[in-house]
């Protein structure tokens, strides 16, 4: 595989985007969403763009290319990619550059491959465009690009159909259409988010060499920094539009500048000393679960809960970690098993709880979004609870509500809002509010921080544990986020296809020696070391 | 976006905040934004609802008042639009018509949606037996052309205003209750309707409280929609002649009864002076009136309210498209 | 088995099943007419013996499932029974058979039909799939506006409309459109000029809207964007990686309208007096001459559930996901 093409030597500037304002079209107007970015990237270089969900980073990164989503427009600025200022280039010549020179990874590849067609034959498109190579070639070099991205049986696989291949090899055939040109510069937009943690270091790997191999310059979007950390030559950080910071991925990582910058590591700030007691709140004993009568997902599950402590339970997606919270509260009946809450087993049916047993356990979901009625104001909301269990109305309601609100750090002036009047965190802590409003013993976390932005996280981590502090509250937390779990556990269960791998206490399950599985979990966790993707490799290879 | 802030404080953390209003205010903003269609639409609503609810003292004879010569032209002996086949005068039939054709769909809309509504939300919160059943009746029933069930049901029960009601209110209730059914399905499976069956609360409750609430909007706006088109079906159900019978008046039949008087229209003809062919042109529209000012009240109407809806719609979805 | 085979036979099962219940309502209906409506169908004067007569002859005397059984058998093979009007009070029949009377009608509208799709159906695509790909300009929004107004109006005021302009004030086709057995086909599209236009207005109006929703449904897709920004051109992306995935909702889309061409037939032959079985069928209701109402509604029903099930199936052999399992 070798490049016929005039590359030029590395270090030219390859894209140069100066002063560039893009907008977007909402509520009847055009709104900047990038105020005045600019970025060079050299040839075979790979930067960083990193921000948080509404930064611009998708937007930016596509204007790289000359393109704005409908309803986003190039407003000024100007956009040179080789000497060609891609502003003012008519689209039929921008098309010439698309997946040719400048290719694109999407997020999701299962949604961005078309169902109607065959891997290969949307691979080898737009190499066909250029007409240098026969269709037989061209599939004998996507063979090859899928085996050079360690896809299992690369012969074949791009005869198959997208829905016919799992989301991680599709995110790496995907990177591998994106090669097929051998392109100058590929956008990759948030390729791993997708993937489980264990699935994203196979492709992290793969897109890293290809990357190397055929010397491309790259743009890696993510909101994930220790994910960057292993691809990037320099980061930029992005936030509402504008640029925050620009470094060496080393220097920004050992010396962030900006204080925005130094909140993203904040989250792994937080450590929690780990402690248990021998008083259990909750037991659960030998769980056999299943959904409608499919076969069983969760096998053989015991977890013990001691009191005014937090269990993490930790999993990858089909691990059985919200399974295991639906049986909890009652709204999935286990086959086998039961439930003990404070010695006492619970009826697996919820309509058969008692409203005493339903009030000490609550729960916090991971979208505040849908957990909470949008036509209902804060007060309703926090309100019902408290009339609810505890019978109380009128004033004693009012100033209950405006205690809970002073408790998670809000204020009276939130008490007749609507959900869509607040911002995501606030929306969270309104639900751990209503929650608490029910003078829970335990509450169930399920991924409560993973939609929120990083610096939002550390907020909300920080409240519960001082809430915890302070109430003696105990908390179930059902995460796939291990930081998370580093920050806020005394003790980690680790389960894996429905059953649990092993429980214990933060310090010995974080320390080897570890099981199979949980060995593999921990160690694909990126970290912010810029190394850690090629030690890890190396060390596996070595291992394996 | 909005403007940022680097010090952390959950209080001032930016959002989608926007200020507290009043309800009042809300609606006071919301006209304020609404496009010309809109405004057209509902000044026309209004104006025909005035009609419909005032006809008594607009109209200035009976709607089935037939002591007049037939066939009197626009302003002969006071009768603003001329008198039809039968000696009735035009203008106090179109007012009538306003009230029986309006007030009948109106009814009939209401019944449909209590129907639907309810079964819709019953079948949405019950998933089992009761939605199976429930969906596979309305399956077969929307199997038969709407208009073409109507009209075999009219056959076998004959055509009386509440068997005209209950036949189409049954009939369109099959719609009302399918969306009922899948707004309320994406209500039902929203983590705070779970959170309401967690703390423990009755069906009646989180029915009332958590579901309805959310499904209001695209109700409302299909309300308009479904009047619109049970509307239209009374008319041509009128006008095929098996829809409300005479005496009463309404505008699909008076459509029907004085139709042929478009034919009389003479051609535009060439030969003579522009000024005379249009002379001629008005004369013969306003002999050929009839049928046009009924089909036209008609058309105005729910043109009208589709301008209402489709804006109403674009708001609540707060969607572009 | 394929799955696809196995779709397929599942939704055309389903269909046969709701043409079962379909027809087992539209028989049912007999049974819920007034006791009396011996002596309304044969006039007042009808002794005893004629009226016992005409319901022996009904089989009112056997029981239920007997008669749609014979019921059934009979409009399987295209017999729906005698008509009721014709009957005198004194027991003379010169009623004639349903399917004597509708068989010429039927064709006529099956005529109308064809001709107003074979107009509509190219049309409202092409305007659809164009207002979609021009999305938001000055085009798009003349022609939502247009459509919306006329989905708005009635049938029967777009029929006078265009009876007053292209039959009254300019002669250019006949107001009353009249049918005969012997009329040559170009006379007989001249005649049906101003139904056919009346139904194409109505139609391509609905249509239109739905085509366009669908395709930009579909061109909002992540797929859509990742060709366009492969560099594929907007035809090739419209023609390979759209178009295979369109056929389903355009399907739908003209099902579902065509089906809705059953029901404006009826109305439109009425203000045009073309006699088609539309008109047939009001004329019946109107003297409640109920077989001959059964026979049109079994005639509409199946036309829309047939139309409807050639939809689905579309969809189905269309589908990806069921053309190559796992």
Known sequence: MTDERNRGAKGDILLDMRDVVIDGYSDERWHEIIKGVSLTLNRGEVLGLIGESGAGKSTLGLAAMGFARPGCRLTSGSITFDGMELRSTRESDKRKLWGTRIAYVAQSAAAAFNPAHKLIDQTIEATMRLGTVSKAEAQADAIELYRAMQLPDADTIGFRYPHQVSGGQLQRAMTAMAMTARPDLIIFDEPTTALDVTTQVEVLAAMRDAVERFNTAAIYITHDLAVVAQMANRIMVLRYGEEMEQAETRKMLSAPEHPYTKSLWSVRSIQKKAETSDDYILEIKDLDAAYGKGKNVLHDVSIAVPRGKTVAIVGESGSGKSTTARVV????????GEVLF????????????????????????????TAMNPRQTVADIIGRPLEFYLGLKGKAKEDRIVSLLEMIELDESFYDRLPNELSGGQKQRICIARALAAEPELIICDEVTSALDQIVQEGILKLLMRLQKELGVTYIFITHDIATVQAISDEIVVMYQGAVVEQGLKTEIMSPPHPEYTQLLLSSVPEMDPDWLTNLLDGRAKAG | MSDDDQTYSAAAEVGMVRQRRSRLQRIRIGLKSAPPTAWFGMIVILCYLFVAAFANFIAPYGEADTSFPAYLEWGAQGHVFGTDQIGRDIFSRLVYGARNTIGIALVTTLLSFLIGGSFGLMAAINRSWLDQILSRLVDVLMAIPGLIFALMLLSIFGSSTIGLIIIIALLDSTRVFRLTRAVSLNVVVMDYVEAAKLRGEG??????????????????????LRFCFVFLTIAALSFLGVGIQPPTADWGSMVRDNASLIQFVRPWMAADSFGANWA?????????????LAAGAIALLTIAVNFVVDWFLHKTSGLKE | MHPIVRTVIQRLLLGVFTLFI?????????????????????GQAATKETVAAFRRELGLDLPAWQRYLEWVGGVVQGDFGQSFSGRASSGQD??????????????NTLFLAVLTASIAVPLALFLGITAALYRNSVYDRVVNAATLTTIATP????AYILMLFFASLWSLFPSLSSVTPDMSLGDRIYSATLPAMTLTLVIVAHMMRMTRAAIINLLASPYIEMARLKGVSQSKVILRHALPNAWAPIATVIAFNLAYLVVGVVVVEVVFTYPGIGQTMVDAVRTRDVPVVQACTVIFAATYIVLNLIADIIGIITNPRLLHPR
């Open chain 3, 94 to 107: 010169r009623s004639r058979s349903v399917i004597e009377l509708i068989g010429p009608r039927l064709q």
């Open chain 1, 342 to 369: 404070n010695g006492e087993a619970l009826p697996p049916e919820l309509k058969n709880r008692k409203k005493d047993q339903l009030q000490k356990i609550q729960m916090i979901y991971q979208m505040a979004d």
């Open chain 2, 203 to 224: 069906l009646a409750w989180i029915m009332r409280r958590e579901i309805l609430p959310n499904i209001m909007p695209p109700l409302v706006a299909e309300f308009g």
């Open chain 1, 329 to 336: 509260t009652g709204l999935l009946p286990q086959n086998r």
């Open chain 2, 280 to 292: 001629r042109l008005i004369e013969d529209l306003k002999l050929a009136s009839p049928p046009l």
């Open chain 3, 155 to 158: 049938e029967f005021f777009v």
């Open chain 3, 22 to 42: 379909v027809s087992l309502i539209i028989f049912s209906s007999i049974e819920f007419l007034p006791g009396d409506f011996g002596e309304a169908v044969l």
